[in-house]
Every structure is written in structure tokens, then in C-alpha cells.
């Protein structure tokens, strides 16, 4: 179930939501090494979200945006459009870095 931040008027649920529509974007143009789609592992504190990518018992590092970031993409996601560039870079990162993790195990 997800988490609604009410001073901040999104969801938890929307944070996976802009992370997987990058992995989408990423999985279009240079697809995955590994089966099945990655899990978006979200935690929180006061001030960022932590994001972990996790697929067949590896995961990538964890990454962090700040709530500014995070209201940004969210409202992107709501518009149905693609997350920024610099967000994308970093998801396009550690995605990549779950594949080598992955090839791993």
C-alpha cells in the first residue's frame, strides 16, 4: 500500500511510477540483460527519497532525490510526460548497475 505525503500532495506509488516509466524508456532503447522488469524500492526520511533497483536477488545502489526533485517528476508523471533528463541519467545508471549486479549471481 502505498504512502500519501499530504503537504506534498503525491504518492509513493507515483515515485515508482516516474521510476518505472524511465525504466520503460530505458528497456525501449537498450533493453535489459536480465528476465522479468526490475522492482522500485522506495524509502524516505525527512528531507529525500532513497530508491533501490532489485531483480533476481541483486540490486543496484541506492539513489536519492530530494523532495523538490521528486514533486518535479511526479508532476511530469502526471502530465504523462518522459522524467528529466538528469533524472533519467541517474535511473539509466543504476539500472545498469543492477545489470552487472544481476550477471552476478
Given amino acids: 500500500m502505498g504512502t ?3 503537504s506534498s500532495k503525491f504518492s509513493s506509488c507515483e515515485v515508482g511510477g516516474f521510476v518505472a516509466t524511465a525504466l520503460i524508456h530505458d528497456l525501449r532503447v537498450n ?3 536480465f528476465t522479468n522488469f526490475p522492482e522500485v524500492d522506495i524509502q524516505w526520511d525527512d528531507y ?8 533476481h536477488g541483486a540490486s543496484s545502489s541506492t539513489f536519492s532525490l530530494n ?3 521528486v514533486k518535479s517528476e511526479v508532476s511530469l508523471f502526471r502530465e504523462k510526460k518522459e522524467v528529466s533528463k538528469e ?4 535511473i539509466q545508471k543504476h539500472a545498469a548497475e543492477l545489470e552487472g549486479a544481476v ?3
Fill in 4 to 6: 500519501y505525503f499530504t
Fill in 31 to 33: 533493453n535489459f540483460t
Fill in 48 to 55: 529525500n527519497f532513497h530508491i533501490t533497483l532489485k531483480a
Fill in 67 to 69: 523532495y523538490a526533485t
Fill in 87 to 90: 533524472t533519467f541519467e541517474i
Fill in 103 to 105: 550477471s552476478k549471481t
